[in-house]
């Protein structure tokens, strides 16, 4: 298997895990505290479901305005999600030379918000060891100290100890405090 099909691969269960995700949270909890600063449940859906919208724009070789609101898709989150993956996945099939740039993103972001709505809804143990780990590597070869400089999406590192579980790992390197 190689590399690019590894990824391929953990992007599809990233994907899948933050589906599961979605349809685990309850009308009930949109109101919940979240990891992310300032964010409940309802504000942290609207941005997946928008971000995976923008990631099928950037992957289809055109500009994402990602400073753009997000709609109110909490309500209906699963389903906006299922059609925003639809669209990324016909984007990376349509423009496979965009696949490099946008999916390791994507993917980092799509495992640290699986991590957010996990720890807000009560659902940790649906996520995958595996993502988190792809996801860390794949952070720490693309968010290096000048990547993340000035940042308003990544806070600086908080220490987590090596032992720590892999979705600990990563939250820590992105600036939250697991």
Request: hydrophobic residues 45%; aromatic residues 6%.
């Amino acid at each position: 298997m190689t590399s690019d099909t590894a990824h391929e691969a953990v992007y599809e269960r990233a994907l899948e895990q933050m589906e599961l995700l979605i349809r685990g949270s309850r009308p009930d909890q949109l109101a919940l505290a979240t990891p992310c600063a300032d964010w409940d449940v309802r504000a942290l859906l609207n941005h997946v479901v928008s971000g995976a919208d923008r990631f099928a724009v950037m992957a289809s070789g055109q500009r994402a305005d990602f400073t753009a609101p997000a709609p109110d898709l909490a309500d209906r989150a699963g389903t906006a999600y299922r059609t925003a993956l639809a669209a990324i996945r016909a984007a990376y099939g349509d423009h496979p030379e965009n696949v490099g740039r946008t999916r390791s993103i994507h993917l980092i972001e799509t495992a640290i918000h699986a991590w957010d709505l996990a720890q807000a809804t009560g659902q940790t143990d649906r996520l995958d060891p595996t993502v988190a780990e792809t996801a860390l590597a794949l952070a720490r070869e693309n968010l290096g100290v000048a990547a993340r400089a000035g940042s308003t999406a990544f806070g600086p590192e908080v220490p987590v100890a090596a032992s720590a579980p892999p979705y600990d790992r990563l939250a820590g390197f992105l600036g939250r405090h697991p």
